[in-house]
């Protein structure tokens, strides 16, 4: 017990999420998605950790929390790489896998500044494309492609 | 057939045919009076005296009344009306509506926040399904066919839409493809590749004359000044092609020169008088294509 806590450096949940292997430098792009800035929950963000296997990796922690697969799958955009750790009474009951949504609706910005949603109260809506290791989206108003995900802010 | 025409690409080929082949009918019987008591919104929420023209036309010759606008200046807009208050609001008082906006896929919005049938009259830099169908309709009608036909584009082939959703559009009648452009104006790469997955051929020049006599179809287009923020670099490109007379010397006889129009110096005057000037029946046939688009959104064919 206390030394997964020193190995995490920041405290330890009883119950709740925890998102770890985050990129660091998408680590607020994913606190946006969720929308955790108007999350009343203990939330605990680390961000520019060491990773063994990242580098710099960020984590996010909530407490008392359990997110839907589909909220879950928004990560996808920022962070394909990250996982999800279910914790129940100190332990990792379970992990989940992040799947990236066909459809992406009111998460992203279209990178267009011409497009319908960044003139109007429109919410964005998007199809992902895969494109090797790269996923971009295909707006479903102005059918450009936005190759860099922006999230929408709340 | 979808709701709206909204997007060329909603269209299946099917659905193409289905238009093309009712804008025939409409060309050999211009004045038809299906919509009557119907009534027709045309919003130009930007101005376009041509297109606008030909959808009221179109409307009128199928005996449909028409209202709308051909600028914001004296609407409800200028004083800051959502596109969705003022489609909600139309929509209550008549049977479809035809509408072109600055903004890209405004179309689409409209589409899905009232019931009635919209057709995209053109969105900013997007989409303008009804001259990517009167473009195919007049391909049909001077080559015969639309399959097997070689297309040789000219001009802005990076900004200009026209030849983007023709490209698209042409993607189901197995063509061959020559883009001629300056370089700084070449096709788009998704484009191309485009058509690499679906192994339709094309070849790339920035010489005028190269290809001038192996396409059935030469599409010229004009340089927008609206698509340079430079207008240093307009001023380098907008007269990069001219199209005169004498180089129609060796063409094929079943060529035909089309362009979306209005022209600026692209092709000559002389070439107006030459049996492969087809640009001023193109507009005309925009009219019959309309027609045929109006009435089967509508579900009279």
Redesign the interface.
């Known amino acids: 017990m206390s030394e997964r806590n020193t190995q995490l450096k920041v405290s330890a949940i009883k119950d709740g999420t925890v998102l770890d292997h985050i990129p660091a430098g998408r680590l607020f792009q994913v606190v946006d998605i969720l929308d955790l800035s108007h999350c009343s929950n203990p939330v605990t963000i680390g961000v520019n950790l060491e990773s063994k296997s990242q580098g710099r990796k960020g984590i996010i922690k909530i407490a008392d929390r359990f997110f839907e697969d589909e909220e879950l799958s928004r990560i996808a955009l920022a962070a394909p790489e990250a996982t999800v750790n279910i914790i129940k009474d100190y332990q990792v009951v379970s992990k989940k896998k992040i799947e990236l949504p066909a459809e992406v609706v009111g998460i992203a910005k279209c990178s ?1 500044p ?4 960044n ?4 919410p964005t809506r998007f199809t992902t494309v895969v494109e090797g290791e790269k996923v971009k989206l295909l ?7 936005t190759e860099e995900f922006v999230p929408l802010r709340h | 057939m979808p709701k709206s025409l909204i ?1 060329i ?1 909603d269209f299946s080929k099917e659905d193409i045919l289905h238009i093309l082949s009712v804008a025939r009918e409409m060309e050999a019987n211009k004045t038809q009076r299906l919509l009557e008591g119907k009534v027709v919104a045309c919003l130009f929420f930007e101005p376009s005296t041509r297109t606008r023209l030909s959808f009221e036309t179109a409307a009128k010759r199928l005996g449909a009344k028409v209202i709308g606008f051909s600028d914001v200046t004296n609407t409800s807009i200028s004083k800051g009306e ?3 208050d003022t489609i909600k609001m139309v929509s209550n008082y008549v049977d479809i509506i035809v509408m072109r ?6 179309a ?2 409209a589409s899905e926040v009232c019931d009635l049938p919209v057709v995209n009259a053109g ?5 303008h399904p009804s001259q990517t169908l009167l473009d195919l309709y007049t391909i049909l009608q001077t080559q015969g066919r639309l399959d097997k036909v070689t297309i040789n584009m000219v001009g802005d082939l990076k900004y200009g839409r026209t030849v983007h959703s023709l490209l698209q559009a042409m993607s189901h009648f197995d063509p061959t493809f020559i883009f001629t452009a300056p370089d700084a104006l070449r096709m788009p790469a ?1 484009y191309k590749t485009f058509l690499q997955k679906r192994g339709i051929p094309y070849t790339e020049t920035d010489s005028l004359s190269e290809h001038l006599c192996d396409c059935d179809i030469l599409y010229m287009t004009r340089v927008q000044q609206e698509r340079f923020s430079d207008p240093m670099e307009y001023e380098r490109f907008k007269d990069v092609y001219r199209l005169e007379k004498s180089m129609l010397t060796g063409v094929r006889e079943n060529m035909k020169i089309l362009h979306p129009l209005p022209r600026v110096g692209e092709i000559a005057e002389d070439v107006d008088n030459t049996p492969y000037a087809y640009y001023f029946k193109q507009a005309e046939n925009g009219m019959y294509v309309r027609m045929s688009i109006i009435a089967c959104l509508l579900g009279y064919k």
């Open positions: 267009n011409m497009c319908v949603t003139n109007q109260d429109v707006c479903h108003y102005c059918e450009k492609t | 997007s690409n959502t596109l969705k906006h600055p903004l890209e896929g405004a689409r919005y969105d900013g830099a997007n989409q998704e």
